[in-house]
Nanobody, 123 residues
């Protein structure tokens, strides 16, 4: 299984980015897909998750109302649209896949991980 995250970059506070994660090597629609992030010197933390069908989503409080997770099962791709970005959103963002749970939000629940994409928000 390969998960390829992209779309990160440098953006000013208040700006927007859309992250993408393309999956290959397994049936994409069988997996819940999540986004996590890790800031320098901090542990990796949950950001958002979307169910296999895309009907259900769940967000961490710090992105709720500012971000939207979505998926295109035909393209085997999950997205994270991030708006109103803050400097504290600066981190490496990782996508992950989980075959066993509806809306997993713990790291250990995920089976596969992408390599991460850097998001830097300047003040």
């Amino acid at each position: 299984v390969q998960l390829q995250a992209s779309g990160g970059g440098l953006v000013q506070a208040g700006g927007s980015l859309r992250l993408s994660c393309a999956a290959s090597g397994r049936t994409f629609s069988r997996d819940a897909m999540g986004w996590f992030r890790q800031a320098p010197g901090k542990e990796r933390e949950f950001v958002a998750v979307i169910s296999r069908s895309g009907e259900s989503t769940y967000y961490a409080d710090f992105v709720k109302g500012r971000s939207t997770i979505s998926r295109d099962n035909a393209r085997s791709t999950v997205y994270l649209q991030m708006n109103s970005l803050k400097p504290e959103d600066t981190a490496v963002y990782y996508c992950a896949a989980d075959a066993g749970n509806l809306l997993p939000f713990r790291e250990y629940e995920y089976d596969y991980w992408g390599q991460g994409t850097q998001v830097t928000v300047s003040s």
